[in-house]
């Protein structure tokens, strides 16, 4: 017999008792002695028996799987969400498969494929950059599949959503450094499809407004890819001219900061005396680079428990999310830190 592969009924011929008794002494059943449920647990440990999870999933109709499909992992907010997806479920007795799309339709809809075909019970969502139609997701709702959105949300009727308050975290940002003397201030904006990117750009447009200027579109500047250098390039052009310059960024989020405080670095540039930054996200580094960043804060642990609360209360049917939807908007906060304080 292979390790691990023992079953109820090699346990039985061994100890020459019943399959049931051998099921009921795993599961402390009363009527069953205390010396076969020592003799049933000591042999199942020896030959280091597991339930065979399949089965029971059968029985209780689940297969205590959850999937959640992500943009990228290496993304320091998604790792942050990751981990309250896991807390909650692994406490609630379920695992996770997780599958990374790198922002592209094509793996996002194999992942989805790949995951309904390991039986999983419900889906954790956050779709790529690439996918503007949402009938794979659809399909799967109007069969009462269990989905739950988190942070980008789907232009998909009654979906079940949770994200954090973006305008409020952008108004917040560019308030700040119109507080600190700043008056043209770049808005580094994320895709333009993606509804986080239009919250974000219309709290920049909020704030501006509110402090009496005129939003200058050329100083709104959609940086797709989302990456350092993309954004050190399109730094670099902007502020290389000095005639008009702009003298404050505010990046939908750190990884685009961090690329346009590189190029106002080769400008010999100061930060934030010459220039102020402020970034989106709160990644790792950035209370740790120089100068170190402002940014928004998003509770991604808190995203993670109450998508996965939410998904498990659709799963258990303990809430009818169908006919009566829900969005739930978290609260960010803004992080000042030295790239942004002149005053």
Known sequence: MKLGQATIKDIARELNVSSSTV???????????????????ELADKLNYRPNAVALSLRKSKSFTIGVIIPEVVHFFFSTVISGIEEVAFSNGYNVILCQTNERLDREKSSIDTMLSNQIDGLLVSFSK??????HFSKLMDLDFP??????????????????ND???????????????????????GPSNLAISKKRKEG??????????????SLIIECPGGNEKE????????????KNRPDAIFAHHDIVAAGAMMALKSLDLRIPEDVGLVGYSNWQFSSMIDPPLSTV?????????TAITMLLEMIDKKRDYKSEPVQVVLDTELLVRKSSVRI
């Open 23 to 41: 099921s009921r002494a795993l599961k402390d059943y009363p009527g069953i002695s205390d010396e076969t449920k020592r003799r049933v647990k």
């Open 147 to 164: 989905i739950v959105f988190f942070d980008r949300l789907p232009e998909i009727p009654n979906a079940v959503n949770v994200t954090v």
């Open 204 to 217: 920049y447009l909020k704030a501006l407004a509110e402090a009496g200027i005129e939003a200058d579109e």
């Open 297 to 305: 804060s998003q509770p991604g642990f808190k995203i993670g428990e």
């Open 130 to 135: 690439e996918t503007t139609e949402f009938d």
């Open 231 to 242: 954004s050190f390039d399109v730094t670099k052009q902007l502020f290389e001219n000095e």
């Open 167 to 189: 305008f409020e975290g952008a108004y917040q940002a560019v308030k700040h450094l119109l507080e600190q003397g700043y008056k043209r201030i770049v808005h580094l904006a």
